[in-house]
């Protein structure tokens, strides 16, 4: 046993530079992560994180620059050889197969696993020490975000690496899930292995990591330690000026208000077995008022999406109205022709069509009624128009003119989906998870312009996990769980720990037996 | 040891082409290897099978007309396969297609009117509709397989056919031979050219590529069936009525496949038969992968497919090649094309395990 507490060098990559036509994601790139360390990797959408953590996985081959594993050079041609080494990934886009079991799918990443009894069990162990519930039976296909993430987790720790890589871990859990996390990560560094995080949420940087490599435009701008910085300055260093943290003023009283929407007793019976049915959901949302729905991951909120959009539409009783007008049976189509839009959880494959430009997929969520599509026709040009309008607005960044949706970071195309929808200058919006897994910046440019949107009269609902989010932009708080909704407060009137009770326990401010009612 | 595929990053547009370029080369060489296994002379038969079809006139009529339905009913078939619908009957829609136009000719027989042919057209239109509407409904309203469906129909269809010509449709005239009427000169398609071969059904097949071209990347319908195929969440979320394409997708297949075989009744054969068809509905299917399931594409790919069609003809005289060599060459080339198609979107990679 080496005893001397001088830092080992796990991995060093040194001078990395790749290149993608005339774009350089990453120029010059130096990081070294220790033995037993939790190292964060800062940077704003399209700094070259992504970049250079698959090149770390052997996804991506550097076209200058060195690797060293444990003082040895090492090439890493593909991820197998990465997980050879002892390097585990957890990626921001799940690779999951939806029509396969949990127990199926973590067999499928662990080469030599079966999905048996053992590996129940081994992922039972590791699901319960780490608080990751899960059920081994259940079908992908039927879990929220957060679940889906909780397998590429128990996966990776499964492989025991000796480097787990782990790219917006948080985002999709509660803040108890996450302090759950990251005991879990402190326990892995405490036995020695190494942990590179990636994330934009700079107070869990700061509270988790004892080193920090900061990139900038593809180049390293930093290394530091997040201890001794504040949120503020780390953030300075990865948008090279300061951010100014987007808060919602309280809204002005007594102003006369029109009720956009209206859920008066919702009732849709679960779409699966592993889904959530919606029970007695009742919301008033006025013009120009921002509610937030906050919840844990699978609490109802994706079926509250879907009964809201219409595109799945399975109400039983109860109803919806716009304005006035009953929608409750009315295709999604409808809705949007009504002046209502809509932002979904999933980015690819749901608000975009990977494969497609930014210019077609803007036809996804335009009304019938606008001009983009006259008599069934796609008006190419009129198209491009409108996207050049959505990139200039929003600031949405890809290589070249119109590129194809999978070719943009999560940020960009987060900004590119909200974009398209406030620009069509919409009555409501229901938005779910709006800034999971985007930077800084972008989160505060996402969270201002729902702020315009409702000043300028729009009703904004938004579906969020993520309580800083809540609280910053929210007039009133409603928690959804287990396929109901409390009523909506006012943000001044709750504090973090109530809205954090009503998430886990459901206990609905009542005191001793008085629980309401199922 | 173990073979991975992984999926690739970028796929460049010309490899994407270059991609059934490769695989039609491959093909011609596995093709040869059988050829030489069984005692020919591989060069012979590539001048067989590809010269000397291209470099008689005789042959490049045959081919145009071989042709023909390849390229209808292919078009139809891409509008299924971008939206991930898997039409296996385009046989059985080409069938009952022939049958209800050679119906209205057996039925108007004698009457020689304007209205017969545009009649046929119509009726043989309608009846491959018909055909595929039934795979679409089972699937829409139950959850039946469309793939499963739509072939077992192939076999009603034939079967219906078969028994129309010996029993109700049966030519009086014809010495119990089991055939109908020949159809009059008004229930017939016109050649192109006075003296020629090559009829309408060739104008209807190019009309037919360039609108679905235009509805493939113009229109709403066109984006709402590459949305449905590519990721059917998305489809929803855009408003596409995910029943309504799979009917439209399955209405033009069955169109364009009933038009084929009418074309090919009134145009080619002149007669209703038992069989009007050397499986040009399933050949089809490996048109519409060899265009890659674009129009222009798949007028090329039914181009070359008729020209390996007519080269097994002249292989079976000038080589005494069975026929059957043909279908296995078309057997090879799909799995060379499917293959091809694997491993331009993926790599393989040696693995352990």
């Given at each position: 046993?080496?005893?001397?507490?001088?830092?080992?060098?796990?991995?060093?990559?040194?001078?990395?530079?790749?290149?993608?036509?005339?774009?350089?994601?990453?120029?010059?790139?130096?990081?070294t992560?220790?033995?037993?360390?939790i190292?964060?990797?800062?940077?704003?959408?399209?700094?070259?994180?992504?970049t250079?953590?698959?090149i770390?996985?052997?996804?991506?081959?550097?076209?200058?620059?060195?690797?060293l594993?444990?003082?040895?050079?090492?090439?890493?041609?593909?991820?197998e050889?990465?997980?050879a080494?002892?390097?585990?990934?957890?990626?921001?886009?799940?690779?999951?197969?939806?029509?396969?079991?949990?127990?199926?799918?973590?067999?499928?990443?662990?080469?030599?696993?079966?999905?048996d009894?053992?590996?129940?069990?081994?992922?039972?162990?590791?699901?319960?020490?780490?608080?990751?519930?899960?059920?081994?039976?259940?079908?992908?296909?039927?879990?929220?975000?957060?679940?889906?993430?909780?397998?590429?987790?128990?996966?990776?720790?499964?492989?025991?690496?000796?480097?787990?890589?782990?790219?917006?871990?948080?985002?999709?859990?509660?803040?108890?899930?996450?302090?759950?996390l990251?005991?879990?990560?402190?326990?892995?560094?405490?036995?020695?292995?190494?942990?590179?995080?990636?994330?934009?949420?700079?107070?869990?940087?700061?509270r988790?990591?004892?080193?920090?490599?900061i990139?900038?435009?593809?180049?390293l701008?930093?290394?530091?330690?997040?201890?001794?910085?504040?949120?503020?300055?780390l953030?300075?260093?990865?948008?090279g000026?300061?951010?100014?943290?987007?808060?919602r003023?309280?809204?002005?009283?007594?102003?006369?208000t029109?009720?956009?929407?209206?859920?008066?007793?919702?009732?849709?019976?679960?779409?699966?077995?592993?889904?959530?049915?919606?029970?007695?959901?009742?919301?008033?949302?006025?013009?120009?008022?921002?509610?937030?729905?906050?919840?844990?991951?699978?609490?109802?909120?994706?079926?509250?999406?879907?009964?809201?959009?219409?595109?799945?539409?399975?109400?039983?009783?109860g109803?919806?109205?716009?304005?006035g007008?009953?929608?409750?049976q009315?295709?999604?189509?409808?809705?949007?022709?009504?002046?209502?839009?809509?932002?979904?959880?999933?980015r690819?494959?749901?608000?975009?069509?990977?494969?497609?430009?930014?210019?077609?997929?803007?036809?996804?969520?335009?009304?019938?009624?606008?001009?983009?599509s006259?008599?069934?026709?796609?008006?190419?040009?009129?198209?491009?128009?409108?996207?050049?309008?959505?990139?200039?607005?929003?600031?949405?960044?890809?290589?070249?003119?119109?590129?194809?949706?999978?070719?943009?970071?999560?940020?960009?195309?987060q900004?590119?989906?909200?974009?398209?929808?406030?620009?069509?200058?919409?009555?409501?919006?229901?938005?779910?998870?709006?800034?999971?897994?985007?930077?800084?910046?972008?989160?505060?440019?996402?969270?201002?312009?729902?702020?315009?949107?409702?000043?300028?009269?729009?009703?904004?609902v938004?579906?969020?996990?993520?309580?800083?989010?809540?609280?910053?932009?929210?007039?009133?708080?409603?928690?959804?769980?287990?396929?109901?909704?409390?009523?909506?407060?006012?943000?001044?009137?709750?504090?973090?720990?109530?809205?954090?009770?009503?998430?886990?326990?459901?206990?609905?401010?009542?005191?001793?037996?008085?629980?309401?009612?199922? | 040891?173990?073979?991975?595929?992984?999926?690739?990053?970028?796929?460049?547009?010309?490899?994407?082409?270059?991609?059934?370029?490769?695989?039609?080369?491959?093909?011609?060489?596995?093709?040869?290897?059988?050829?030489?296994?069984?005692?020919?002379?591989?060069?012979?038969?590539?001048?067989?099978?590809?010269?000397?079809?291209?470099?008689?006139?005789?042959?490049?009529?045959?081919?145009?007309?071989?042709?023909?339905?390849?390229?209808?009913?292919?078009?139809?078939?891409?509008?299924?396969?971008?939206?991930?619908r898997?039409?296996?009957?385009?046989?059985?829609?080409?069938?009952?297609?022939?049958?209800?136009?050679?119906?209205?000719?057996?039925?108007?027989?004698?009457?020689?009117?304007?209205?017969?042919l545009?009649?046929?057209?119509m009726?043989?239109?309608?009846?491959?509709?018909?055909?595929?509407a039934?795979?679409?409904?089972?699937?829409n309203?139950l959850?039946v397989?469309?793939?499963?469906?739509?072939?077992?129909?192939?076999?009603m269809?034939?079967?219906?056919?078969?028994?129309?010509?010996?029993?109700?449709?049966?030519?009086?005239?014809?010495?119990?031979?089991?055939?109908?009427?020949?159809?009059?000169?008004?229930?017939?398609?016109?050649?192109?050219?006075a003296?020629?071969?090559?009829?309408?059904?060739?104008?209807?097949?190019?009309?037919?590529?360039?609108?679905?071209?235009?509805?493939?990347?113009?229109?709403?319908?066109?984006?709402?069936?590459?949305?449905?195929?590519?990721?059917?969440?998305?489809?929803?979320?855009?408003?596409?009525?995910?029943?309504?394409?799979?009917?439209?997708?399955?209405?033009?297949?069955?169109?364009?496949a009933?038009?084929?075989?009418?074309?090919?009744?009134?145009?080619?054969?002149?007669?209703?038969?038992?069989?009007?068809?050397?499986?040009?509905?399933?050949t089809?299917?490996?048109?519409?992968?060899?265009?890659?399931?674009?129009?222009?594409?798949?007028?090329?790919?039914?181009?070359?497919?008729a020209?390996?069609?007519?080269?097994?003809?002249?292989?079976?005289?000038?080589?005494?090649?069975?026929?059957?060599l043909?279908?296995v060459?078309?057997?090879?080339?799909?799995f060379?094309?499917?293959?091809?198609?694997?491993?331009?979107?993926?790599?393989v990679?040696?693995?352990?395990?």
């Amino acid at each position: 046993m080496i005893l001397a507490r001088a830092p080992q060098p796990l991995v060093q990559l040194d001078g990395i530079v790749k290149r993608f036509g005339a774009f350089t994601a990453n120029d010059g790139v130096a990081l070294t992560v220790n033995a037993g360390e939790i190292h964060a990797l800062l940077g704003e959408n399209g700094a070259g994180k992504s970049t250079l953590v698959k090149i770390l996985f052997g996804l991506l081959q550097p076209d200058a620059g060195s690797i060293l594993w444990q003082g040895k050079p090492v090439r890493i041609p593909h991820p197998e050889a990465a997980r050879a080494l002892g390097i585990a990934m957890v990626f921001q886009h799940f690779s999951l197969f939806e029509n396969l079991s949990v127990l199926e799918n973590l067999a499928l990443g662990l080469p030599g696993r079966k999905a048996d009894a053992a590996l129940s069990r081994d992922a039972a162990v590791l699901a319960r020490r780490y608080g990751l519930a899960l059920d081994p039976a259940a079908s992908v296909w039927s879990l929220s975000a957060g679940e889906r993430q909780r397998i590429e987790i128990i996966r990776a720790l499964l492989q025991q690496p000796k480097l787990l890589v782990l790219d917006e871990p948080t985002s999709v859990l509660t803040p108890q899930e996450a302090e759950g996390l990251f005991t879990t990560l402190e326990q892995l560094a405490a036995d020695g292995a190494s942990v590179l995080f990636i994330s934009h949420k700079l107070d869990e940087v700061r509270r988790l990591c004892s080193a920090a490599t900061i990139l900038r435009g593809g180049k390293l701008v930093a290394h530091a330690d997040p201890r001794r910085e504040t949120s503020r300055s780390l953030a300075a260093l990865m948008v090279g000026s300061d951010v100014t943290e987007v808060r919602r003023e309280t809204r002005a009283q007594g102003k006369e208000t029109v009720t956009v929407l209206e859920i008066s007793s919702l009732g849709a019976p679960s779409p699966d077995v592993h889904g959530v049915a919606l029970r007695d959901v009742s919301l008033k949302v006025a013009a120009g008022e921002i509610i937030a729905i906050a919840g844990v991951a699978g609490g109802g909120q994706t079926e509250l999406f879907a009964a809201l959009s219409g595109e799945a539409n399975r109400v039983s009783t109860g109803t919806i109205r716009l304005l006035g007008r009953n929608i409750t049976q009315a295709s999604i189509t409808a809705r949007r022709d009504a002046g209502a839009a809509f932002v979904p959880e999933e980015r690819l494959g749901q608000a975009t069509l990977p494969r497609a430009t930014l210019s077609d997929n803007l036809v996804l969520s335009l009304p019938r009624v606008d001009s983009a599509s006259r008599l069934g026709w796609l008006d190419r040009k009129g198209l491009r128009e409108r996207l050049s309008a959505v990139v200039s607005a929003f600031d949405v960044r890809g290589s070249g003119a119109d590129p194809e949706a999978r070719r943009l970071s999560g940020g960009n195309l987060q900004k590119y989906v909200i974009g398209r929808e406030i620009l069509r200058q919409p009555k409501l919006l229901v938005v779910n998870q709006p800034t999971w897994g985007v930077d800084a910046a972008a989160t505060q440019n996402i969270r201002l312009a729902l702020m315009q949107l409702a000043e300028a009269g729009a009703a904004v609902v938004v579906i969020s996990q993520d309580l800083d989010e809540v609280f910053a932009i929210a007039d009133r708080i409603a928690v959804m769980r287990a396929g109901r909704l409390t009523e909506a407060r006012p943000t001044a009137a709750v504090t973090r720990e109530d809205v954090g009770l009503l998430m886990t326990e459901g206990v609905v401010e009542t005191h001793g037996g008085q629980r309401d009612a199922a | 040891m173990r073979l991975d595929l992984l999926p690739r990053d970028d796929v460049s547009r010309l490899r994407e082409w270059l991609t059934p370029v490769v695989a039609f080369g491959v093909a011609l060489i596995i093709g040869g290897v059988i050829v030489w296994l069984m005692g020919r002379s591989p060069v012979r038969a590539f001048q067989v099978y590809v010269t000397e079809p291209l470099s008689q006139g005789w042959a490049v009529q045959e081919i145009l007309l071989k042709a023909t339905p390849l390229m209808l009913i292919g078009i139809g078939l891409a509008f299924c396969y971008r939206a991930d619908r898997w039409n296996i009957g385009a046989e059985g829609q080409f069938v009952i297609g022939g049958l209800c136009g050679g119906g209205v000719a057996v039925l108007t027989h004698g009457s020689g009117a304007w209205w017969v042919l545009p009649l046929m057209l119509m009726a043989g239109i309608a009846g491959g509709m018909l055909w595929a509407a039934i795979p679409a409904s089972l699937r829409n309203r139950l959850g039946v397989s469309e793939i499963l469906t739509s072939l077992m129909l192939v076999y009603m269809a034939q079967l219906l056919l078969d028994y129309m010509v010996r029993g109700p449709w049966r030519d009086p005239k014809a010495f119990n031979f089991p055939q109908s009427v020949m159809f009059d000169p008004a229930a017939t398609l016109p050649p192109l050219l006075a003296g020629g071969r090559v009829h309408w059904g060739l104008v209807f097949a190019l009309v037919a590529a360039l609108a679905a071209w235009i509805v493939l990347n113009r229109t709403l319908l066109g984006f709402g069936i590459r949305a449905l195929g590519e990721a059917p969440r998305s489809a929803r979320f855009g408003g596409f009525n995910e029943r309504r394409i799979t009917l439209v997708v399955f209405l033009m297949s069955g169109g364009l496949a009933g038009l084929a075989g009418v074309a090919e009744v009134a145009g080619q054969i002149g007669q209703l038969q038992p069989s009007i068809s050397p499986g040009y509905g399933f050949t089809a299917i490996i048109v519409a992968f060899l265009g890659r399931l674009s129009a222009p594409g798949i007028v090329l790919a039914s181009l070359v497919m008729a020209m390996i069609l007519i080269g097994a003809e002249n292989a079976q005289i000038a080589l005494k090649l069975p026929l059957d060599l043909a279908r296995v060459f078309q057997g090879v080339l799909l799995f060379c094309l499917l293959g091809g198609e694997a491993l331009t979107r993926h790599r393989v990679v040696l693995g352990r395990g």
